[in-house]
């Protein structure tokens, strides 16, 4: 069993910066391949980026590349979301989930086992 529990979101203006953090427990997050999705107003919940167990390999959607940073602390428990130049349609709820597939680059939800409860993201324009 592993919970994670997001953190990190807020109001930023458009062209400005978060961190967003997804703290796990558990002894085995560290076998999981982590990934972070978003749920906009009115739209399904769509994939934003995934990171292998150990670190080594990354996954974006292409409207993020360049701009976010998916990243891991296996000795914290915490995976993080680094998002840069951000813009109004980034706005949405951001969710962490864990895949036991440990280098998955999976963007399906329901290859995912986990997820946390979501912290919102609110960019102004």
């Known amino acids: 069993q592993v919970q994670l529990v997001e953190s990190g979101g807020g109001l930023v203006e458009a062209g400005g910066s978060l961190r967003l953090s997804c703290a796990a427990s558990?002894?085995?997050?560290?076998?999981?391949?982590m990934g972070w999705f978003r749920q906009a107003p009115g739209k399904e919940r769509e994939f934003v980026a995934v990171?292998?167990?150990?670190?080594?390999?990354?996954y974006y959607a292409d409207f993020v590349k360049g701009r976010f940073t998916i990243s891991r602390d296996n000795g914290k428990n915490t995976v993080y979301l680094r998002m840069n130049s951000l813009k109004p349609e980034d706005t949405a709820v951001y969710y962490c989930?864990?895949?036991?597939?440990?280098?998955?680059?999976?963007?399906?939800?329901?290859?995912?086992?986990?997820w946390g409860q979501g912290t919102q993201v609110t960019v102004s324009s």
């Open positions: 989930a864990a895949n036991r597939v440990e280098y998955s680059r999976s963007r399906y939800e329901y290859d995912y086992d986990y």
């Open positions: 558990g002894r085995t997050f560290s076998r999981y391949a």
């Open positions: 990171i292998a167990w150990s670190g080594s390999d990354t």
